[in-house]
């Protein structure tokens, strides 16, 4: 009879002997690729395909063993199957048995925690339920506002030189200043925690220093928060149920900074990416036949902003993909390769909208909780990026750019643009493509009793002052006003024709609605 996938074994199965060249055995380079040296991921992740299956075997940094999985379900298993598997990296054989070492490019990312990420179980309900409800205080329409303004502030900086590099100015930017926001701590947002956050996601070796930065941010807004609370993300966290302390409400704010920034940086620029260089999907935008958010949605099938992410660590004997895995062995959520199985999907190239079951946000127990927030910034500054620089275009063949990539992301280099120069607006407006800036708000003006011939027209909209003249206030002395139309209780609008002449009822006084509707219809 032949065995259900996926299913546990008991330790007399002897069936489930690895087989020769499996990482669980550290055979070293035998045969097995390292994915940190391979120069295309994806070539390498589809000729794996071809070799094993949906799940196949690969070499880390130092040749350290590991599973990759390429399949759509079997990622789904996996991160699904807390029974089977978890995100605890303390089980790991390698790291049991001295093969990793402390100072491994990897271990910011693999190192046990006590954190919602890797925990499982009463702790992970504990840890993630006091994330989330902190999450839930978040006012989306504050959000929304925030980014624009964000957006608005970025975009004045190179608006009028007519050219810039995006990813520099504009998506490594902007998630971190909304984030930076969000939890509490705008006056830490500059050049220097953005490369911070850039540097310690490629595994460089000053990683760790720069991963030692951001928690020294962290921890001070904790503990100015601790000690004076507000309306932010940092606040909430501390105030959860769950009675988190200082260290872990710092450890859980990097979770939540890094993992949206990261996301959104990449996934930020692959859009504009896309659309600067694929006329076809600028045409579907343009055209209506595609939001901004579908096209946000389609790049994270097509461009996840994480190809993989370390990792999972099977609890026992099990099978996955065909695949043989022992208790202690690690292994890698393919996104990537797991967005273009072909089995889900008729082409690496096919359109999927309308469809969210790409693995960008992961899933299961550990789905990535900020995907929300993610998705809003992503939202919001394509859309007006696009609305303040309409005739924005690549500056470069397409062929040109460059990325640098790491067995975790993707990453573009730079995305440099040529537009039409057009003038700073004002970051609390609404966006506009006009090539004039926006008319300063109007000043506040009394409401009165001054009749309709004396209002400002359109072409006064930006008086700074709008004095009654002495005539304009009625007299004992006026001439009778003519009887008005009667309204029906609860009316907003008066019931004026119209074709009326504007001089009709010129020398009628008005209350302020009635004269704020002459003055909006231009008479």
């Known amino acids: 009879m032949t065995p259900e996938p996926h299913s546990p074994t008991g330790p007399d199965d002897f069936a489930l002997d690895p087989p020769p060249g499996c990482p669980a055995h550290g055979t070293g380079p035998g045969g097995l690729h390292r994915l940190h040296e391979a120069r295309d991921l994806r070539a390498l992740y589809e000729q794996l395909r071809e070799q094993y299956g949906p799940v196949a075997p690969v070499l880390l940094h130092d040749d350290v ?7 759509h379900a079997e990622n789904l298993h996996m991160v699904s199957t807390p029974s089977q598997f978890t995100k605890d990296s303390r ?35 504990r840890l993630r339920g006091a994330v989330q409800g902190a999450l839930e205080f978040i006012d989306f329409r504050a959000l929304r506002r925030h980014i624009g303004r964000a957006t608005q502030r970025l975009v004045n900086r190179f608006c009028e030189t007519g050219r810039a590099d995006l990813v520099a100015r504009f998506t490594e930017h902007l998630p971190m200043a909304v984030m930076c926001q969000v939890l509490g701590m705008p006056e830490e947002y500059n050049d220097r925690i953005v490369q911070a956050a850039r540097d310690m996601l490629k595994g460089t070796d000053t990683a760790i220093a720069s991963n030692a930065y951001i928690m020294d941010c962290l921890l001070r807004v904790t503990a100015r928060r601790r000690a004076r609370p507000e309306d932010d993300l940092t606040s909430h966290l501390i105030e959860q149920p769950a009675g988190l302390t200082d260290e872990e409400v710092g ?154 990539e790491s067995i975790a992301s993707r990453h573009l280099v730079e995305l440099p643009v040529r537009f039409t120069p057009r003038p700073q607006q004002d970051e609390k407006s609404k966006p506009s493509h006009t090539p004039h800036p926006v008319t300063p708000p109007r000043p506040a003006w009394e409401v009165g009793t001054a009749t309709a011939r004396q209002l400002p027209g359109p072409s006064s909209v930006s008086s700074p002052e709008l004095p009654l003249e002495p005539s304009s206030v009625p007299s004992s002395e ?43 219809r231009g008479y």
């Open 65 to 71: 063993p590991m599973w990759v999985v390429l399949g």
């Open 478 to 520: 006026s001439p009778p006003t003519p009887p008005a139309v009667q309204e029906p209780p609860g009316a907003g609008e008066p019931d004026i024709a119209p074709d009326t002449p504007p001089a009709a009822d010129a020398a009628r006084p008005q209350g302020a609605w009635q004269r704020f509707l002459r003055w909006w």
């Open 91 to 125: 089980i790991w054989t390698p790291l049991g048995d001295g093969t990793v070492k402390p100072d491994h490019p990897l271990m910011p990312h693999i190192a046990w925690q006590p954190i919602c990420a890797h925990a499982e179980g009463e702790e992970l309900r």
């Open 251 to 404: 450890q859980h704010l990097r979770v939540v900074l890094i993992g949206t920034y990261e996301a959104t940086a990449n996934l930020l620029a692959n859009t504009v990416r896309r659309v600067l260089s694929e006329p076809g999907f600028r045409a579907q935008l343009n055209g209506g036949q595609m939001t901004v958010p579908e096209a946000v949605e389609q790049s994270l099938w097509d461009e996840p902003p994480f190809s993989t992410i370390f990792g999972y660590f099977a609890k026992q004997k099990t099978e996955l993909g065909g695949r043989r895995i022992r208790r202690g062995d690690g292994l890698l959520l393919g996104i990537a390769p797991g967005n273009v199985d072909p089995r889900v999907r008729p082409g690496p190239t096919a359109d999927m909208q309308g469809n969210r079951s790409h693995l960008a946000f992961g899933g299961g127990p550990h789905e990535c909780p900020g995907q929300d927030v993610g998705r809003a910034i992503a939202d919001v500054g394509v859309d007006m990026l696009l609305t303040r620089l309409p005739d924005v275009r690549l500056d470069c063949d397409e062929a040109e750019l460059r990325w640098t």
